[in-house]
């Protein structure tokens, strides 16, 4: 598209398409009738739009090379200046450009780019219908996203296939459920992770229309736009209802609406920037990672890019989106503050099952949306399975993960009617000589499961909020130190306090360990309500811990124990006085100064000491030695065959490492 396309003709064109005046509000029938009479050949009926996706040939490729052509546009402006006046037209123009972002015409598009549409008042949305997206050049047709996959299937693996990969067959066979948050309108597939380097990615549903307030955000499926290139949006009729500039939306059905070309790649595979409105490298976190995939993971994880030391840093906003990182190791994502730079999703079992993994396209089709991994939601009813997951972040086979200084959330909120199962970050990292994350001046929101990590965690100067097991994992060493543990409100059940920790930790290491921090409440959570920590089912020692792994992956019988301590930590009220919930045996039933629940040096939140006479001590200890635990060094000693790791975190007294949350 050109970006200096005169006024005149932007209103022609818009008019032709719907997104103007169409026999009604402040220009004339005929100046409409002459617009559309000047692009004819793109078709006007959602039928037709729908075929011209499909196909990008006929009549919307004839509509494209119209477009392109500046004979022909030097016609419609002509046409145009005709029938309306250049302050009507100025005017038009002058609103459209504030309607459409990125801009018609627009050059420094980002790949990672939504589409907006604001309308007069807050449109609605349709309940059927395609949003498409062209190359310019050659009118290949590069997305499609549908309203209802369920319905439709999704073309999130390959836009040009005669038919979706994921048909609406495969899709809506163990998708039963009649939840309301669950149901199938406005619901897609998105396929994160989709650069070259990898074999397998984050398959999810989503929510691909947003609205807020007058604004329509489209988001596009992962990694589909290409640096420096030119592209152009179709909408069937339907998909959006409301008025533009006084007039009824139609669609769009003309190339020459809404056109714009992206930027070209950043230089740098080292450090790359990202902000959600300033000048940045991408303007999603997922964007950055897939920069990052292409060019140092994956594939590429053993190269000289791969191995060297990266950083994303995520400038002050708000970024609404799921994220995947596979093979990408030595990476630093740092927030420009840890209030001010927030990512977050609302993610939750019921919507998209299980812990998460990624996968092949055929593993996806075969294997998870088939009956053996059929997933049941909280009516008991089936939820399609695609393997992706609840985590707002996945983050698999990666080592030296450095988070610090932002807000990583769910935004979920619980409802006794569903699963709540709702991760910030999912670390499934669980090498015995890799697979190390660090997390400090973090915050981490949510309610149930919060963090799961694997391999090697440390959590420091950080505050972690949750209400049930809001960590958890089958982890070789998680370490929360100089940390808050805040427990908030159940709201599926505020007469409940939750547990803090579920323990599934590998046999023979330190589990989890919660040194020189603090356990809080929010206001509302009960006094005498939440437990330090529980075994959220039956980990019979038969199963479950009972074999050291010191080599390949770790299996049944290397996790499932319930190695937890907490030493010289502070405690609130909340804390039952019994301490330990025992619903479930746990494996280790008499706990020693390495194995089983233990706890050391005790507090109140005033920093006295706090009276635990009253522990259940069943399946605990509270007399045990646990000095072999209490720097950061001793808790990762056995890492890569007692080599040791000792992560250490820069020193921070500046506000921007400091929260208020």
Aim: glycine share 8%.
């Amino acid at each position: 598209m050109a970006v200096t396309r005169n006024i005149s003709s932007l209103l022609a064109v818009l008019m032709a398409a719907g997104l103007a005046a169409c026999g009604g509000g402040g220009s004339s029938d005929s100046s409409s009738s002459t617009a559309a009479s000047s692009s004819a050949s793109s078709a006007t009926t959602s039928s037709a739009r729908s075929s011209a996706a499909a196909s990008a040939t006929s009549a919307t490729s004839s509509a494209a090379a119209s477009a392109a052509s500046s004979t022909a546009t030097s016609s419609v402006a002509a046409s145009s200046a005709a029938a309306s006046s250049a302050a009507t037209s100025s005017a038009a123009a002058s609103s459209t450009s504030s309607v459409l972002v990125p801009a018609n015409g627009a050059t420094g598009a980002y790949v990672d780019t939504t589409l907006q549409i604001t309308f007069d008042s807050a449109p609605t949305l349709g309940s059927s219908g395609y949003i498409y997206v062209y190359k310019s050049s050659d009118n290949t047709l590069v997305d499609k996203i549908s309203l209802n996959v369920f319905s439709t299937g999704s073309w999130a693996d390959d836009a040009t296939a005669s038919t979706p990969a994921l048909t609406a067959s495969a899709l809506s066979t163990y998708n039963t459920t009649t939840l309301p948050l669950l149901a199938t309108a406005n619901t897609e597939v998105d396929k994160i992770g989709n650069v070259s380097t990898l074999t397998q990615y984050r398959w999810v549903l989503y929510r691909p229309v947003t609205i807020s307030g007058k604004t329509a955000t489209i988001k596009l499926h992962d990694n589909k736009l290409a640096p420096s290139t030119g592209y152009y949006v179709l909408m069937d009729s339907g998909v959006l209802n409301g008025n533009i500039n006084g007039s009824a939306y139609n669609g769009i059905s003309s190339s020459s609406v809404w056109g714009f070309t992206t930027k070209a790649d950043p230089v740098s595979t080292t450090d790359i920037v990202v902000d959600d409105d300033g000048s940045a490298d991408y303007r999603t976190v997922q964007g950055a990672l897939n920069w990052l995939l292409k060019n140092c993971g994956g594939t590429n994880a053993s190269t000289t890019c791969g191995t060297s030391a990266k950083t994303i840093t995520i400038k002050n906003g708000t970024y609404t989106e799921m994220l995947y990182a596979r093979n990408l190791n030595n990476l630093t994502i740092k927030g420009e503050t840890r209030d001010g730079a927030i990512v977050q999703y609302d993610m939750y079992n019921d919507f998209n099952p299980g812990t998460g993994g990624s996968a092949t396209l055929a593993t996806v089709t075969g294997t998870n949306l088939a009956a053996g991994k059929a997933q049941k939601a909280k009516d008991g009813l089936y939820r399609a399975y695609l393997g992706g997951g609840r985590p707002v972040f996945l983050v698999e086979g990666s080592d030296l993960l450095n988070l610090t200084q932002f807000t990583l959330q769910n935004t979920h909120v619980k409802d006794a009617s569903y699963n709540n199962q709702a991760e910030t970050i999912y670390y499934n990292s669980s090498t015995l000589n890799g697979s190390r994350l660090t997390a400090s001046y973090m915050n981490f929101f949510s309610t149930q499961d919060t963090i799961q990590a694997k391999g090697w965690t440390w959590i420091y100067k950080s505050l972690v909020k949750g209400d049930v097991d809001y960590i958890w994992g089958a982890t070789f060493a998680t370490l929360i130190e100089d940390s808050e543990l805040r427990t908030v409100v159940d709201t599926s059940d505020p007469t409940k306090g939750g547990y803090v920790i579920e323990a599934r930790a590998a046999y023979g290491y330190p589990g989890f360990v919660v040194l020189n921090s603090s356990l809080t409440k929010e206001a509302g959570v009960p006094d005498n309500t939440t437990m330090l920590a529980r075994q959220a089912g039956t980990f019979a020692v038969a199963t479950y811990c009972n074999t050291m792994m010191t080599s390949g992956s770790l299996g049944n019988a290397n996790y499932g124990c319930n190695n937890v301590a907490f030493i010289n930590t502070k405690m609130g009220t909340h804390i039952n006085t019994a301490g330990w919930d025992y619903t479930y045996v746990p494996p280790i039933t008499s706990a020693t100064t390495t194995t089983g629940y233990r706890e050391s040096g005790s507090m109140n939140l005033s920093g006295a000491t706090l009276d635990v006479s009253g522990r259940s001590l069943t399946y605990a200890s509270t007399t045990q030695d646990l000095s072999g635990l209490n720097a950061t060094a001793k808790v990762f000693a056995q890492w890569n065959s007692n080599a040791g790791w000792a992560p250490t975190a820069a020193s921070c007294t500046t506000s921007a490492c400091t929260t208020s949350k």
